[in-house]
């Protein structure tokens, strides 16, 4: 009975101990600053910028059709049958229709493929994040890149081990 209670003892006193002994360990690290370190984004940007480009270029023609248009509406309509000034005007709405869907067809088309290209470097990082967590014995890793950690005490910043799990520099 003796050693029952020394054991009960020994594991009440212990055992607190231990499980209250351990810490939380917490680590930070700058997204920004990985992501614009990885040769991925640099070319998705290449990408996405030139399809950005590309739809202004086609979407500032439409407009400068758009306005010639208009404009030779204006300056000519006195001149013009009733017949012709209702199919000018036909045309100058079918024509802002068409800018307005393909100012709408071009966003979804960027978006489309923004999603595309940055969807698997998204999940290429979060996995090197949850390795080096893993690894490191985190408990919680804080992204301060979004400024929503405004203090951190025993915080140590894992940036550099995530980069060099992606290998890069």
């Known amino acids: 009975m003796k050693k029952f209670f020394k054991t009960v003892f020994i594991l009440f006193f212990f055992l607190p101990l231990s499980v209250f002994g351990q810490q939380d360990k917490f680590g930070n690290i700058n997204t920004n600053d990985l992501l614009s370190s990885m040769p991925e984004i640099v070319a998705a940007k290449a990408v996405l910028d030139s399809m950005t480009k590309k739809a202004q270029t086609t979407l ?8 010639q248009k208009t404009s030779d509406y204006e300056n000519n309509s006195a001149t013009w049958t009733d017949a012709e000034k ?11 229709q068409r800018a307005t869907q393909y100012q709408t067809d071009a966003k979804e088309e960027l978006e489309k493929k ?8 998204i999940n ?3 996995d090197a994040i ?14 301060t890149a979004g400024g929503m950690v405004l203090y951190a005490i025993d915080s140590e910043d894992i940036t550099p081990l995530v980069k060099k799990k992606l290998n890069l520099k």
């Open 114 to 121: 923004q999603d595309e290209k940055m969807t698997p470097i």
């Open 60 to 67: 500032k023609s439409l407009e400068d059709e758009y306005q």
């Open 124 to 126: 290429k990082v979060k």
């Open 86 to 96: 209702k199919s000018k005007a036909t045309e100058i709405t079918q024509l802002q």
């Open 130 to 143: 949850k390795q080096v967590a893993k690894e490191g014995g985190y408990t919680y890793i804080f992204d």
